[in-house]
């Protein structure tokens, strides 16, 4: 599988380089938002770990102009800590937010996860494993709809565009309906690695997730906020 790189630090580019490549990833590499766009239309690109501070085009505007027409999962770098930053990198539409300094083995190990959901929704919509086969193909919740098999989410026969995470995690709710899971639950069954004490990604995508599906997303329906343990999909 390709993997794009983007960082004007070509240490860092290199660092990210070794670890996959030793995990068998070919790498491509680019050091600023215009090259990353420009690697992204030459080359079949299966996932983007991008910076946010770069020079000409940085990481943010760079990742909202690859949403307009990709779906590859998104993984932001950057030395920026702070919640409302990363709040910002999963609200433009990346699937991952990694702060610097970061360890090289936790990257790797988020890249697989994305990678390993990605690869299930490119293979046309068809399950991996013995379990999905079971699943039903059509969950129906006051007007939406979620076609399991095909990855597809409508509303009131209107589709909805979901990126990957979303949808795994409206789908993984829907499926296991009026049951509460914790934050630290939602984030290991669906990003498929130990929880970091980092509440902010699953937060950001249950909100994303609401402002699609709920009639009013301040005063959630479908997806209820049990205050203290978690949220719960109604049905």
């Not at 997730?209 to 049905?235: F, M």
Request: aromatic fraction near 8%.
């Amino acid at each position: 599988m390709n993997i794009l790189v983007c960082d004007d630090d070509k240490e860092i580019v290199e660092a990210i380089e070794i670890y996959l490549q030793q995990e068998g990833y070919h790498v491509l590499k680019a050091y600023d938002g215009e090259q990353a766009l420009d690697m992204l239309k030459k080359n079949e690109v299966h996932l983007l770990i991008i910076d946010v501070m770069m020079p000409k085009l940085d990481g943010i505007r760079a990742t909202l102009k690859i949403r307009e027409e990709s779906s590859i999962p998104i993984i932001i770098l950057s030395a920026k800590s702070e919640d409302s930053d990363k709040i910002l990198g999963l609200n433009i539409g990346a699937d991952d937010y990694v702060t610097k300094p970061f360890n090289p083995l936790e990257l790797v190990a988020r890249v697989k996860s994305h990678l390993n959901r990605y690869e299930r929704l490119t293979k046309n919509g068809e399950p991996q494993n013995g379990t999905e086969g079971r699943e039903k193909d059509v969950i129906k919740i006051d007007g939406i709809e979620i076609h399991t098999r095909s990855w597809k989410v409508f509303r009131d026969g209107e589709e909805i565009r979901f990126p990957n995470r979303e949808f795994e995690l409206l789908k993984f709710l829907a499926m296991n309906p009026n049951i509460v899971f914790s934050k630290e639950e939602l984030f290991e069954k669906i990003w498929g690695y130990d929880y970091v004490g980092d509440s902010v990604t699953v937060t950001v995508h249950i909100n994303r997730i609401r402002e699609k599906i709920e009639e009013d997303s301040k005063n959630p329906k479908i997806i209820e906020t049990v205050w203290g343990a978690g949220y719960r999909l109604n049905r």
